[in-house]
């Protein structure tokens, strides 16, 4: 058996990726395909049968009926503010991690920003909701300094994705930080530039498309989360709500698919977008 | 021995301040002390070469200077001004990076201006001045490549064009040469020894391969465990080396000690006799008067193109490496046996004065 395995090495390989393919082909893809056919596909009103006609009424409705729109950009805007946030945030931590502490404070630092990924995600979500709860953390710190808590909504759930996706986006930078030599940082002060000056013209542009690959990460999970807007959100909806409803309560599954397919279609359209950056080449 | 040597071509009037100034400068990393007390002054205009195995501390001296670590101990001037506290950007000083760490982001142009751009030249004058650096360094019309588009020797070029456009007064040099293959590395010594001279620069420049220190420097520090084990101009270095670590660093180590140096030379103590200075006879030939000679048995050849070179093991203990010019097509001599007599001139013997 294993010697003729060694003779045909065709055979060897199809045996060794066929699951791998055939897992990603038919679960994923086909998952995807069934996805856009099921979008254009109807529901009998009335009796709520799905009827297996092409048509475009799912997408009708989602451009004309104004609340599709809103929520759809809203989601959008959520997306990339979590995601501008999380550059902001993550670069100063990444920067201290990979150039400035000691190995024992790294390995450290690192472990700290790698442990919150074990914890539950509802785990995580509800404690946001109890900071931002009356009496919580964070409405007793505005509070303190005279302010009105933000409460759930838009913000607290804003704040909510930004830390539930920041290890994603500050390991990419991390890692691409290592990659840029310590020389280069020295070369730039030697040749007169001060700290400010070195960061934004050689460690910034270095790390740039290390910071498009985590908001990739930050953007799309962002784009698809319905669970912390429930918690945190108060009566906010997203994108990822619409799905669920119309897959759950409303038993549209038509209208579920085609709302699906508008994350699927604006990821579509970033990757495209940063793949200019060479970032696909930092994941 | 902080005269300069005879070849220092440019003429420093005694009154102005050293380039460089460097007092008992020590650096520890833990308990290691990587520089353990180096003093130094160098000359405006000077080619100075840090020379010693790795782990010498000849680079963290280089280092320290450029600002890039802070001395444990001492103080480092430049042109008379103390500028031990002062962060890298605030000393005029460049330097050439090992790994010439240039900007990978930026094309070869931006990379020579970036020097001036930080320092708020206006555009015109910096894209003049760089431009011009890049003559000098014999890239003209490279500009607008990327760094990842040029040669090894292309980019050790425009390292040298982006320190040398900023008009430092001290360039600092490190191992600048280490990653270029021999030919290529031969003719950029020569070429940095010319632009020096041209450039009027002080250049301290960190090397662990001796010949490159003999060919290009005025002067040489020869580092050892931290310490500088002697300071000289490089014939001075080559032909009197002050300790044994001196002499078998620069150089083939040919040392005649205790009771070899008794026997051949006829006084105990440390001695040194270059490969090149020894003659090879057959055992019956006489030595001249005011020579000394060995006896011994040839236990190694290598032939090397334009020498060959023989290990002897002396009759006396201890063994000689001779080294000869190829100038006729054979020479019987020189095979693997062979009985041979040594001769050398007495004045050629050079007492090692430090420790062995």
């Known amino acids: ?283 | 021995m902080t005269s300069l040597g005879e070849q220092v071509t440019t003429q420093t009037p005694p009154d102005t301040a050293a380039a460089v100034s460097l007092r008992g400068l020590r650096k520890t990393f833990g308990e290691v002390a990587a520089v353990d007390g180096v003093d130094l002054d160098l000359a405006e205009g000077e080619f100075f070469s840090m020379l010693g195995p790795s782990g010498s501390g000849k680079t963290t001296v280089l280092r320290m200077i450029a600002g890039f670590e802070e001395p444990t101990a001492g103080r480092i001037l430049l042109g008379g001004v103390d500028v031990t506290e002062r962060p890298p950007y605030a000393r005029d000083v460049n330097t050439v990076f090992q790994d010439y760490a240039l900007f990978p982001h930026m094309s070869v142009l931006q990379n020579v201006e970036y020097g001036l751009r930080v320092k708020g030249v206006d555009r015109r004058s910096r894209r003049t001045r760089a431009l011009e650096a890049l003559e000098t360094v014999r890239l003209e019309g490279f500009g607008d490549r990327r760094p990842s588009q040029l040669s090894g020797g292309q980019r050790q070029r425009v390292a040298l064009a982006r320190a040398l456009v900023n008009r430092p007064k001290l360039l600092l040099l490190d191992e600048p040469l280490g990653a270029l293959d021999l030919k290529l590395r031969r003719e950029m010594q020569l070429e940095l020894k010319a632009l020096q001279r041209d450039v009027g620069i002080t250049f301290v420049f960190v090397t662990h391969d001796q010949e490159e220190a003999l060919t290009m420097s005025d002067r040489i520090a020869v580092f050892n465990g931290g310490r500088i084990e002697q300071l000289a101009g490089p014939a001075e270095l080559y032909e009197h080396p002050a300790s044994a670590f001196v002499a078998g660093f620069v150089g083939t180590s040919n040392l005649l000690e205790g009771d070899v140096a008794a026997a051949v030379l006829g006084t105990p103590g440390l001695f040194t006799v270059r490969p090149e200075k020894i003659d090879m006879h057959t055992r019956d030939a006489a030595a001249g008067p005011g020579s000394c000679t060995a006896t011994g048995v040839v236990r190694e050849v290598v032939y090397l193109g334009s020498a060959t070179q023989a290990v002897v093991d002396l009759d006396a203990g201890g063994s000689l490496i001779v080294l000869q010019q190829n100038r006729s097509v054979q020479d019987q001599l020189a095979h693997r046996g062979a009985q041979v007599r040594l001769t050398w001139r007495r004045e050629h013997t050079v007492e090692i004065g430090g420790s062995a």
């Open chain 1, 1 to 283: 058996m294993m010697s003729s395995l060694h003779r045909h090495p065709r055979v060897r390989l199809g045996l060794l990726l066929g699951p791998p393919i055939l897992w990603l082909g038919v679960a994923y893809l086909g998952a995807l395909a069934a996805l856009f056919v099921t979008a254009l596909w109807s529901q009998n009103s009335f009796t709520g049968v799905i009827e297996r006609e092409w048509t475009l009424d799912s997408f009708r409705t989602l451009f004309t009926v104004e609340v599709y729109r809103t929520i759809a950009l809203r989601t959008i805007g959520v997306a990339l503010l979590v995601t501008l946030i999380d550059a902001v945030v993550a670069f100063p931590i990444a920067l201290y991690m990979s150039k400035v502490a000691r190995p024992g404070l790294r390995r450290f630092l690192l472990v700290a920003v790698l442990m919150p990924l074990w914890a539950s995600y509802l785990v995580k979500a509800y404690a946001w909701r109890g900071m931002f709860a009356e009496g919580g953390l964070v409405s007793s710190m505005f509070e303190a300094v005279g302010l009105k808590s933000p409460g759930f909504g838009l913000t607290a759930t804003v704040v909510t994705l930004a830390y539930l996706w920041l290890p994603y986006m500050i390991l990419p930078i991390y890692a691409g930080l290592e990659r840029l030599p310590d020389s280069l940082l020295e070369a730039s002060a030697d040749l007169g530039a001060k700290t400010p000056q070195t960061i934004r013209r050689v460690i910034l542009p270095v790390v740039v498309p290390a910071m498009v690959a985590g908001s990739i990460f930050t953007f799309s999970l962002t784009l698809g989360d319905y669970i912390a807007v429930r918690i945190v959100g108060g009566t906010n909806q997203l994108l990822g709500n619409v799905v669920y409803d119309n897959v759950g309560a409303a038993n549209n599954l038509p209208f579920a698919a085609a709302v699906a397919t508008i994350p699927v279609v604006v990821m579509l359209g970033y990757l495209a977008a940063v793949r200019r950056t060479g970032a696909m080449e930092s994941l």
